[in-house]
């Protein structure tokens, strides 16, 4: 089946400091990939949709400028938080969809930021 | 704006007992799809079922069976024969036709005991 990865998977950082999470599909070509952040004992909330080789679109409430995502090849996108705060801690989820697919969209293993 | 509630607090449920994790949705989209994911404490989520807003039969997979009611805009999910690892959050989700991004409901806690 189809495999998400997401490193790291764990990060620790300073409150101030960038932290940059990567999410690669595996074993086949992502045309569309999906940001998640998910806080304790929450739902899971949609961040941004990035296209390979275009800009992402953000959800509502999402800072751009903030929440970096780049989509430079079909099987790799990256979020970038940028001057991390200490309520940016979350558990940070991509997915993956298949170009074509109906609605197929798998997820990988999360990240679980925390800034301290 | 579509919107997923799922209101049961944490459930119990007995080993080898059926068990069924409420959804309701609200949409105006004609046309939309129907999920349940599956996130044990390590924290992946696992897709369990899919349901089309046009399919005319419920969804089964396995265990999984999705009762799908759709004048009353409701998406239940049926668990049959629990096992303990079934303990886990469950979410029920949607999205437009054509479109993958996802809303997620606040999810249901199930913990099954021997």
């Known amino acids: 089946g189809a495999v998400v990865s997401q490193h790291p998977s764990r990060v620790i950082c300073k409150s101030g400091t960038s932290v940059k999470i990567e999410c690669r599909s595996l074993?086949?070509?992502?045309?569309?990939m999906f940001w998640y952040r998910q806080f304790p004992k929450q739902s899971l909330m949609l961040m941004a949709t990035s296209n390979e080789g275009s800009k992402a679109t953000y959800e509502q409430g999402v800072e751009k400028d903030k929440f970096l995502i780049n989509h430079a090849s079909l099987t790799l996108s990256t979020l970038t938080v940028t001057s991390a705060h200490p309520e940016d801690s979350s558990f940070y989820i991509c997915?993956?969809?298949?170009?074509?697919?109906?609605?197929?969209?798998?997820f990988g293993p999360g990240t679980r930021l925390t800034v301290t | 704006a579509q919107k997923i509630t799922q209101t049961q607090p944490g459930m119990f449920v007995q080993e080898k007992e059926a068990v069924t994790l409420d959804c309701t949705y609200d949409?105006?989209?004609?046309?939309?799809?129907l999920f349940w994911y599956k996130q044990p404490s390590s924290g992946e989520m696992i897709f369990l079922i899919y349901?089309?807003?046009?399919?005319?039969q419920n969804a089964t997979e396995g265990r999984y069976s999705l009762n799908f009611q759709k004048a009353r805009k409701s998406a239940n999910l049926v668990i049959s024969a629990s096992q303990l690892g079934d303990s886990a959050m469950y979410f029920c989700?949607?999205?437009?036709?054509?479109?993958?991004?996802?809303?997620f409901g606040k999810g249901n806690q199930v913990v099954v005991i021997p």
């Open positions: 949409t105006s989209d004609p046309s939309y799809g």
């Open positions: 997915s993956a969809s298949l170009q074509g697919a109906a609605y197929e969209q798998y």
């Open positions: 989700a949607m999205s437009r036709h054509g479109n993958n991004r996802l809303a």
């Open positions: 349901q089309g807003s046009y399919d005319q």
């Open positions: 074993d086949f070509q992502a045309t569309t």
